[in-house]
């Protein structure tokens, strides 16, 4: 089929298979999916600018879908999402500013490439040292699955930073919480997001787990609840800039929309420990795609 | 609920959304493809909230209307477990 927009012919059953793919894992994880939907369209024919914006947009449909399959599931605190919108925007744009004062410098992709290798890295390696470590201690210290973390140094001091206001978030089962932990925590992870160029629902996910102390399965869901205020905005700059293939973007959604409900209602049937040791997976695969992305376009240069 | 219904409600129910979104989808490239086109050489403005109503429509407005319709022919959904 074609697609004018794009300028590409694609099957079209072969977008609602990506969509499906990243639907499943998004729903279930609670990211977006774009490195790995990223890569599956520019191999498929999208051209690189159309593959950023147009998965922006599929993946405004599937988090909405995926996100209130998680609110009816309860895996929702709407006033913690909210909260680190605010800070994730303010960050997205301090990223994007970095990112403009490495172009000056030079090889921009290259160091923005492998701080998001190291970044992944990093995140898939404490998640999967983390997880196994909770899940021992499940079978050992015979504690709840659902309450088990294997590292809740960094929780326990946070939480007793007392900075006006403090507030309450309930849905996640915190009595009393400072609101600029909150906002920072969106800061930062918004910055990275805005630093690399993705959604960052990787590196929010865990930062609500490990820092802000929130169940797995209520980060996950309010992980989803932001992408969708966070990749809707991202559709619309990247459309006006004609960076989205809309026609794209509703044949990914049909696969993602069915993918994204499978996804969400399967983490109702696993412990926070085993979603995170599954996650711990995620960001390995993204970093191998980018090193792949990496070394190819150096092969190029050289070439 | 035991895990056997909600996996069989899950499924009635991601059969008819999966109709509906297929549909919508179908529908949208048969009528919309041309005039979207058109739009975007024209007003990319427009084309951009356009564009991001067409998604959330087939996200968020199909949803409703498979809860809608599984709620009049009477089979379960996940809003009622």
């Known amino acids: ?30 990211v977006g999916g774009g490195f790995i939907a990223g890569p599956m369209m520019f191999l498929s024919g999208v051209p690189m600018n159309f593959v ?7 993946m405004t449909g599937k988090s909405i879908v995926a996100a209130r399959r998680h609110s009816i599931l309860g895996h929702v605190d709407f006033k913690l ?27 921009a992709d290259q160091i923005i490439g492998w701080a998001y290798v190291a970044i992944l890295v990093a995140i898939g390696s404490f998640t999967a040292i983390e997880s196994i470590r909770a899940i021992r ?10 309450e088990a973390v294997g590292f809740t140094g960094l929780t326990k001091r946070i939480q007793l930073i007392r900075l006006k206001p403090m507030i309450s978030l309930p849905a996640s089962g915190i009595a009393s919480i400072s609101l600029w932990v909150i906002i920072i925590s969106g800061l930062i992870s918004g910055t990275l997001a805005g630093f690399l ?19 797995t399965h209520v980060a996950i869901g309010t992980d989803l609840f932001e992408i ?52 711990s997976g995620m960001p390995f695969i993204g970093a191998i795609l980018v090193i792949w992305r990496l070394l190819d376009s150096s092969a190029g240069a050289i070439h | 609920m035991n895990t056997k219904t909600i996996i069989k409600n899950l499924a009635i129910e991601l059969v008819v959304y999966g109709i509906l979104v297929t549909t919508y989808a179908l529908l949208a490239l048969r009528w919309l493809a041309d005039p979207i086109n058109a739009l975007f050489h024209d007003n990319l403005l427009i ?22 319709l599984l709620e009049r022919l009477g089979l379960p959904h996940s809003e009622s477990e």
């Open chain 1, 137 to 146: 201690m499940i079978h050992t210290d015979k504690i709840e699955a659902k």
């Open chain 1, 81 to 107: 999402g909210v909260l680190m919108i605010i800070g994730t925007i303010i960050g997205v744009e301090i990223g994007a500013q970095v990112v403009e004062a490495i172009k000056e410098i030079g090889k």
């Open chain 1, 228 to 279: 969708i205020f966070s990749a809707g905005f991202g559709t619309i700059t990247h459309a006006i800039k004609g960076n989205v293939d809309i026609m794209i973007a509703l044949i990914m959604q049909t696969g993602a929309a069915i993918g994204a409900q499978i996804g969400s209602v399967a983490t109702h049937h696993f412990s926070g420990p085993r979603i995170r040791l599954l996650f």
């Open chain 1, 1 to 30: 089929m074609e697609f004018p927009i794009a300028g590409v012919e694609i099957n079209p059953l072969y977008l609602a298979a990506i969509g499906f793919v990243v639907g499943v894992l998004g729903g279930f994880f609670g």
């Open chain 1, 197 to 215: 160029g993705v959604g960052g629902g990787f590196i929010r996910m865990p930062l609500m787990v490990y820092v802000l102390g929130i169940p």
């Open chain 1, 52 to 58: 950023v914006g147009t998965d922006l947009a599929h």
């Open chain 2, 47 to 68: 084309y951009a909230f356009l564009g991001l109503v067409l998604i959330v429509a087939q996200a968020a407005l199909l949803e409703r209307l498979t809860t809608f």
